[in-house]
């Protein structure tokens, strides 16, 4: 486990683990009807989407857009509070330098 223990090594963190689930959607989103919802195709396929909701491997792409709206939440409550601790933008962008 990584210490987390600066704001630059959280959202560093963050950003790689982002990087990540973004190229995972990435490659579940590249479909050759780039005209339909490939979410809705995802659920509509299933047998029982009560239960299939709660697995990631039944609903991958519902999983990874879940996750990545977490990390974008994230985000904003991470620049709200940074924001709110320093007086000006460039004491902000000292602390969230990598």
């Not at 959202?11 to 683990?17: D, I, K, P, V």
């Not at 047998?47 to 996750?67: F, G, M, R, S, Y």
Request: hydrophobic fraction near 40%; charge should be negative; aromatic fraction near 6%.
């Amino acid at each position: 486990m990584q210490n987390l223990a600066s704001p630059a090594d959280l959202l560093t963190e963050c950003l790689g683990q982002l990087s990540s689930v973004l190229n995972d959607l990435s490659a579940l989103l590249d479909s050759p009807n780039s005209s339909k919802s490939v979410l809705l195709e995802e659920v509509g396929s299933l047998v029982n989407v009560t239960e299939a909701i709660k697995t990631p491997q039944d609903t991958p792409l519902l999983h990874k857009l879940t996750i990545a709206n977490s990390f974008m939440q994230l985000f904003v409550y991470f620049f709200k509070a940074c924001c709110t601790s320093y007086t000006n933008v460039s004491a902000l962008c000292s602390v969230c330098t990598v």
